[in-house]
Nanobody, 119 residues
Framework: QVQLVESGGGLVQAGGSLTLSCTAS????????MGWYRQVPGKQRDLVAG???????IYTDSVKGRFTISRDNAKNTVFLQMNSLRPEDTAVYYC?????????????WGQGTQVTVSS
């Protein structure tokens, strides 16, 4: 059974930094695109950043120049380095991955990790 486990969230002051990590485990053959989404109460879950297996990246406009997504394919792990954090970055952050595994080929989600930025 495939699982995505996130870590690294927490409370930080505006201007500070956090790094989120997400590791996939299970009978995995291939992980294609990976990404980070975020959601605040009452709103939809939105893409923050994505990365292909080959390393091509995309970012939502509000985080360009502040956040960096990267991945370690050997460790089935994706990272999100978040710098110059703002109060409006406060949200639950979810990891997502397109995974081909034994018996399945679909998107998987992590359990979410809270990021709170105080002003």
């Amino acid at each position: 059974q495939v699982q995505l486990v996130e870590s690294g969230g927490g409370l930080v002051q505006a201007g500070g930094s956090l790094t989120l990590s997400c590791t996939a485990s299970g009978s995995i053959f291939t992980i294609n695109a990976m990404g980070w989404y975020r959601q605040v109460p009452g709103k939809q879950r939105d893409l923050v950043a994505g990365i292909t297996r080959g390393g091509s990246t995309i970012y939502t406009d509000s985080v360009k120049g502040r956040f960096t997504i990267s991945r370690d394919n050997a460790k089935n792990t994706v990272f999100l380095q978040m710098n110059s954090l703002r109060p409006e970055d406060t949200a639950v952050y979810y990891c997502n991955a397109d995974i081909r595994a034994l018996g399945s080929a679909r998107d998987y989600w992590g359990q979410g990790t809270q990021v709170t930025v105080s002003s």
